[in-house]
């Protein structure tokens, strides 16, 4: 009997070490001040650690790939909080994670990344429509890419300050920090009366509202910036913006007078190269030793592909658009041999196309930059 009680102790010691072990090694996730993809964000604590029952592994193959600037563990959904359309967990201060992709994703389209907080999520899991929203994102999966994107959690969601955005367009729009290329604070759909963007408080921020709008005969994501045309004379030709100094009673933010166009006209900010690749091998398209991808994630040009290129450019130190610039710096080639596109003046909203030929990668041939006859009309890519 002696001799079985020792057995015994000896097998809870074990038992016990092991636990000790296994707890006391979990892989936490960790801030990576590096915004170029590289490899996925691992997290390996178990969803039943939690309660939550909602897995935060970085997925591959994935739906799309996000960036959590934040200390929170979040929750993510495709269009509403509903069962039916979680999606799965991102750790505090991911980078480059990977989100599940079976199930919701199983064609091409845009959508609202909603996010919650895990703790929300637990504390609503059997009413989830009644979670506090943490941040709503614009979104995009490509059911033919790799979806090599990036979407950004910013540190400033999920704050205690509140601007109620109320959208009677039928516009998709995004919410941007400081200017029309800076940091994604937002989004609000077509149609929405009262989406709460929660941000950090107290703080003072100047918002830019960029359209967003997915062609699919394109394959193209525009992204559209209203600007003034007319008004205070230093107005004229900067973009759009409305200023907030936040502090913790809510303020309202009604897209009103974008809806009525006045006083606004459109921009895309920058540039568009349109490469056709009629060579004997795939090709890409670099600004420097930067492989640059389309608007929907998309980065090789296979043969007998068109990809198109969004280009933005530096705003006037005064705010406002130039009408052109020269620019240069970017390559078509392959891996082996990269190619240099000529310096030359750009148009702003205007398409640039290239032919490639060549019967393989030892002699490509690119061809002379021909310049579209007229700007792109962006008031008709959003139906106006």
Same mark, same amino acid.
């Given at each position: 009997? *002696?001799?079985?009680?020792?057995k015994a102790?000896m097998?809870?010691g074990?038992?016990?070490t092991?636990n000790l072990?296994?707890?006391?090694c979990?892989n ?5 001040d590096d915004?170029t993809p ?11 650690e ?23 563990r979040l ?16 750790p ?13 994703f199983t064609?091409t389209?845009e ?8 703790e929300e999520?637990i ?16 979104a ?16 400033k969601a999920?704050?205690n300050g509140r ?5 009677p ?5 995004? &919410?941007?920090k400081?200017?029309?290329t800076?940091?994604v604070?937002g989004?609000?759909a077509?149609y929405?009366?009262?989406t ?5 408080i107290?703080?003072?921020y ?5 359209f ?6 394109e ?7 209203p600007?003034?045309?007319?008004g205070h004379?230093?107005?004229?030709g900067?973009?759009?913006?409305q ?9 309202t933010?009604n897209f009103n007078?974008?809806?009525s166009?006045?006083n ?7 540039f ?14 670099? *600004?420097g030793?930067?492989e640059?991808p ?7 040009i ?8 969004? &280009?933005?450019i ?14 240069s ?6 891996t082996q041999l ?6 030359r003046e750009?148009?702003?909203d ?9 019967a ?13 006859d007229?700007? &792109?009309d962006?008031?008709a890519?959003?139906?106006l």
């Amino acid at each position: 009997m *002696r001799t079985v009680f020792k057995k015994a102790a000896m097998l809870c010691g074990i038992a016990i070490t092991l636990n000790l072990f296994v707890f006391g090694c979990s892989n936490d996730s960790s801030n990576n001040d590096d915004n170029t993809p590289s490899s996925p964000s691992v997290n390996n604590s178990s969803s039943s650690e939690t309660g939550s029952g909602v897995s935060f592994e970085s997925f591959a193959p994935r739906s799309i790939l996000v960036e959590n600037m934040t200390n929170k563990r979040l929750v993510a959904f495709k269009n509403s909080v509903t069962p039916n359309n979680l999606i799965s967990g991102i750790p505090e201060f991911a980078t480059n994670h990977g989100l599940k992709k079976e199930g919701l994703f199983t064609s091409t389209n845009e959508f609202v990344l909603v996010l919650v907080t895990e703790e929300e999520y637990i504390n609503n899991k059997s009413n989830l429509p009644a979670a506090a929203i943490f941040a709503e994102i614009y979104a995009f999966y490509n059911h033919e890419a790799d979806n090599n994107n990036v979407f950004k959690i910013s540190s400033k969601a999920g704050g205690n300050g509140r601007i109620i955005l109320q959208n009677p367009t039928f516009w998709n729009i995004e &919410i941007r920090k400081d200017g029309p290329t800076g940091e994604v604070l937002g989004y609000i759909a077509p149609y929405i009366q009262n989406t709460a963007l929660r941000l950090e408080i107290p703080d003072d921020y100047d918002l830019f509202p960029v359209f967003k709008k997915y062609v699919p005969s394109e394959k193209e994501i525009y992204d559209i910036v209203p600007k003034y045309n007319e008004g205070h004379e230093l107005l004229v030709g900067k973009p759009y913006m409305q200023s907030f100094a936040l502090g913790e009673a809510p303020q309202t933010w009604n897209f009103n007078e974008l809806a009525s166009q006045l006083n606004i006209t459109l921009t895309s900010g920058g540039f568009y190269i349109r490469i056709q690749n009629d060579a004997g091998t795939a090709i890409r398209f670099a *600004r420097g030793t930067e492989e640059l991808p389309t608007s929907t994630g998309v980065k090789g040009i296979q043969q007998t592909y068109t990809n198109l290129y969004s &280009i933005k450019i530096a705003r006037n130190p005064d705010g406002t658009y130039p009408d052109k610039q020269v620019a240069s710096g970017y390559f078509i080639g392959t891996t082996q041999l990269m190619l240099p596109l000529p310096e030359r003046e750009y148009k702003i909203d205007y398409i640039y196309s290239v032919r490639v030929t060549g019967a393989n990668a030892a002699n490509l041939v690119i061809g002379e930059i021909e310049e579209s006859d007229s700007p &792109i009309d962006l008031g008709a890519k959003l139906g106006l």
